[in-house]
């Protein structure tokens, strides 16, 4: 697929045409010296794609857009990669708003994008196994149809009115990546100094909701999202005793009615 937008954004682009997972593949490449500071990997036919907590991701041939970036800032210590996944999500809100016109797109905690409440983007990041990077994936539903939709709280942008092709999509949120990323190494890698915490909070429509997080060990935690911290955790008022919970993993489902 010639895909010239997306690869004058990164230095190095690789499309294939199905891979289990690029996530994957990625890492596999950096651990063998094989990818370099944002690298990417895309394809339209992820076979084995993984979601976070392990959930498999599955979509139809050809109608979904898959990319993992290598994110190897040669400075950066191992805690300053944890707003990675936020950045990423950031980056791919603010890609798709700029594709679809008069809808509401916010960014769900930690890294889903939802238009209208609705989730068309999620996003996985992992750490290389030596610690040198992070490998940001995500995944935009691009023309599923309505009956194809993997839950009944996903849509995609063909459902919105928008049918920008791979390379627009993928361009639009390559160029908000970097864009971000260099924002915080310019920062330092500090989110607070370098602007994106505040920018993560105004764009973050988990804030003032009601919501349930299943905590890694199987707790959960109701009660309502108070702000997103300088560390990028979740601060959740728990409705039994008020106490003030801070979130650093776990699965976040907004609460519709009390």
């Known amino acids: 697929m010639h895909l010239p937008l997306s690869s004058a954004v990164v230095p190095l682009l690789d499309y294939v045409d ?3 997972s690029t996530n994957h593949e990625l890492l596999a490449r ?9 690298s990417a990997l895309v ?19 050809g109608k ?23 950045i990423g999500g950031l980056a791919m809100a603010r890609a798709v708003r700029g594709l679809v016109n008069d809808r509401t797109v916010t960014l ?20 290389v196994a030596d610690g ?17 939709l993997p839950t009944s709280v996903s849509t995609s942008l063909l459902l919105e009115d928008a049918e920008p092709g791979v390379d627009l999509a993928l361009s639009s949120y390559l160029r908000e990546l970097r864009s971000l990323f260099e924002q915080y190494c310019e920062g330092e890698f500090d989110a607070v100094h370098s602007g994106i915490a505040d920018a993560v909070r105004t764009e973050c429509g988990t804030i003032g909701r009601r919501v349930r ?46």
């Open 18 to 20: 199905a891979v289990g």
């Open 30 to 38: 950096a651990a063998r010296g094989d990818a370099q500071h944002l």
């Open 43 to 61: 394809t339209t036919n992820q076979t084995a794609g993984r979601g976070r907590l392990g959930r498999e991701w599955i979509a139809p041939p």
């Open 64 to 86: 979904t857009l898959a990319v993992s970036v290598l994110l190897a800032p040669t400075q950066a210590s191992i805690e300053s990669l944890s707003w990675m996944p936020l």
């Open 108 to 127: 769900k905690w930690p890294n889903d994008v939802q238009i209208e409440g609705m989730k068309v983007s999620g996003l996985l990041s992992e750490l």
């Open 132 to 148: 040198s990077g992070v490998v940001v994936g995500a995944g935009l539903n691009l023309t599923i149809e309505r009956d194809e």
């Open 213 to 258: 997080v299943e905590l890694p060990g199987g707790a959960r935690i109701f009660g309502t999202a108070e702000t997103v911290d300088d560390h990028g955790q979740l601060v959740v008022k728990d409705d039994a005793n008020g106490s003030l919970q801070h979130v650093a993993a776990g699965d976040v489902t907004h609460l519709r009615y009390e």
